[in-house]
């Protein structure tokens, strides 16, 4: 039994047949063609608004055997994507189009309208101008809107419960694909001893004041809590390069403090030393910038900020250039990491960035914060922004994330692009030509969806600064973009599941390797159909007993957390300042 909606599914034949009676009756056709993989509430408006340019709206959608967005694609049947579409009230004929694209169609159809979303106006695609020409030969209309698009296709399946067979052969996939193996992760890791990283960036100090939530106040309506511990994490840019050193790399950290008599700042210069980080703090503020964080339980309450934007002046900023340039000699990679406190400047910037470019193979960044400078960022090799700053550094919040992702990279000629979701994973942007003088730089990009690797995070601070570290030595020792994805993706799990803000070792990712189904060995491939992760801790599957012990060990836990770990050896260095001793 055919239902009402399934009526509007039609074949070539009866498509042309119903054009010809619409246009004998006078009225105008109107047509729209993609892939329609899952039909979101951005396709809603899109739609909505073709079907107001006419009287008849035709979808067309491209059929499975042409459909080129990655491995697994499309993740819905041509037919029941087709069912989607005719289920919409106000989409009137549905037709499955056996052609990579709509050109011959278009020009059997010969739509008055032919509305296509935002990201294809200017575009170069050569599908697209195929389509285009089809429609400019005989007279007809070019309409571009995305109907104030929100959502993506790729952005809808992020948000998906993880876990199921659909998740793991997805990921199994993605590592086939792209060669990422335990192997080959295992020798990236190896070279990382070989590398010189230059970090460059604001200093943070992140503080944990863990509180017990004892009732409400008498005199306001207002939550009392009663001190019970404090800890201070030392931050921003300094532990991105905690991160390189941890991993065996060498470690350069370039920023700004209160001078070699402040007291904080000398145990900052302490933490760094022990750690194996080399350091140059130049004098050019009274205080390191602070975040305090209130805790209790496991909920972040608020956040209280001791920050001030204090650009370098052109003393310091002429010491900051000749640093740069020197280390740059020697260096394999820049990591730039502005936070928007000043360290990082325009001019800067603009003074720098060539010679980095002509001295270093890999040069990469991250922002936060609204005072940063995403797009000064020019012709870096990868940019590892959130959604959220992507989109307010373009003041774009109705683009999908493959326009968002191409408009960046069009300001900033940079070659790749990370994006990442939050507990949705991070989609990879990848140009489809690495030659900038070729047609295809400039073309639509290819993009993959990298799921966050846990389903639950104990503490979200540091995941970014974790993914960009990790990308950026991946990237340097010779991985390709997605094995540089995996492995950052891998890092930041792994962040999220320690409370603080510390840094990852290689024996923590050689650990969360080996209990990763994907990359497990071909007879254990065999337990996939239970479509089961296998969860961080001792490889098997069980969650019994206390979590994995933070490489700082138990000093850096809340007192009464400390018994729930059980001490691990070989553990060294410390991963934070206690705030009792950074006031003294």
């Known amino acids: 039994m055919t239902s009402e909606f399934q009526r509007k599914i039609v074949d070539h034949a009866r498509l042309l047949e119903i054009v010809r009676d619409t246009r004998a009756a006078g009225k105008t056709v109107v047509q729209c063609h993609g892939c329609f993989d899952i039909v ?107 109907g104030e698009i929100v959502f993506s296709s790729t952005e809808l399946i992020g948000r998906m419960p993880r876990g199921g067979d659909a998740q793991v052969h997805r990921l199994k996939s993605f590592c086939h694909t792209h060669e990422v193996s335990m192997a080959s992760l295992e020798a990236l890791i190896r070279r990382f001893s070989e590398l010189h990283v230059l970090v460059v960036g604001d200093l943070i100090l992140d503080r944990y004041v863990m509180c017990d939530a004892i009732g409400m106040a008498s005199e306001a309506p207002m939550i009392s809590l009663a001190h019970r511990d404090e800890r201070t994490y030392v931050g921003g840019a300094a532990i991105v390069a905690r991160h390189i050193a941890a991993l065996g790399a060498h470690a350069f950290l370039l920023s700004s403090a209160a001078g070699s008599q402040d007291a904080t700042t000398r145990l900052v210069q302490d933490v760094l030393s022990k750690e194996g980080v080399e350091s140059h703090l130049i004098d050019a503020r009274p205080a390191i910038v602070e975040k305090t964080r209130f805790l209790a339980e496991d909920s972040k309450l608020f956040k209280l900020d001791r920050a001030r934007r204090l650009p370098l002046d052109s003393v310091a900023e002429r010491r900051a250039a000749v640093i740069l340039e020197q ?48 797009l000064s960022f020019r012709n870096v090799d990868l940019l590892c922004p959130t959604e959220r700053e992507a989109r307010a550094m373009l003041n774009d919040y109705d683009s999908g994330l493959s326009t968002i992702a191409w408009q960046v990279l069009r300001e900033t000629q940079a070659r790749h692009i990370f994006i990442t979701l939050e507990k949705r994973g991070m989609l990879v942007f990848e140009r489809r030509s690495q030659d900038r003088d070729s047609p295809e730089w400039s073309e639509r990009l290819k993009s993959e969806l990298l799921p966050a690797f846990t389903d639950h995070a104990t503490d979200q601070l540091g995941c970014g600064d974790a993914l960009l570290a990790v990308s950026t030595l991946a990237l340097s020792a ?100 206690s705030a009792t001793a950074a006031q003294s």
């Open 327 to 374: 280390q740059s000699k020697v260096a394999d990679a820049v990591i730039f990491c502005d936070f928007g406190y000043g360290m990082i400047t325009g001019s800067l910037l603009h003074r720098v960035l060539p010679t980095l470019r002509q001295n270093v193979r890999i040069l990469t960044a991250d922002v936060s914060g609204g005072r940063a400078h995403l």
């Open 478 to 577: 010779g991985a390709s973009l997605a094995q540089s994805a995996y492995l950052g993706n891998a890092a930041a799990a792994i962040e999220a599941g320690m409370p603080g803000n510390v840094p990852v070792d290689d024996a923590q990712l050689r650990k969360w390797f080996h209990a990763r189904r994907e990359l497990s060995s071909t007879n254990e491939r065999a337990n996939l159909r239970t479509g089961m992760l296998v969860p961080s801790g001792d490889g098997t599957g069980s969650t019994s007993g206390p979590p994995s012990l933070p490489a700082g060990g138990p000093s850096l836990l809340p007192e009464r957390d400390k018994a729930r770990y059980k001490p691990e050896p070989a553990v060294t260095g410390i991963q934070g300042v």
């Open 40 to 146: 979101h509430p951005g396709h809603i408006r899109y739609l909505e608004f073709a079907r107001q340019q006419g009287d008849v709206l035709i979808v067309s959608l491209t059929g499975d055997l042409d459909v080129s967005k990655g491995d697994n694609r499309p993740y819905i049947p041509q037919e029941f994507r087709a069912e989607n579409l005719a289920a919409i009230m106000f989409v009137d004929v549905v037709h499955i189009n056996a052609s990579p694209t709509a050109q011959q169609l278009l020009e059997e159809v010969r739509p008055d309208v032919y509305v296509k979303g935002r990201e294809y106006e200017g575009s170069s695609d050569p599908g697209f101008l195929s389509e285009k020409s089809a429609v400019e030969s005989y007279g007809g209309r070019i309409i571009y809107s995305s």
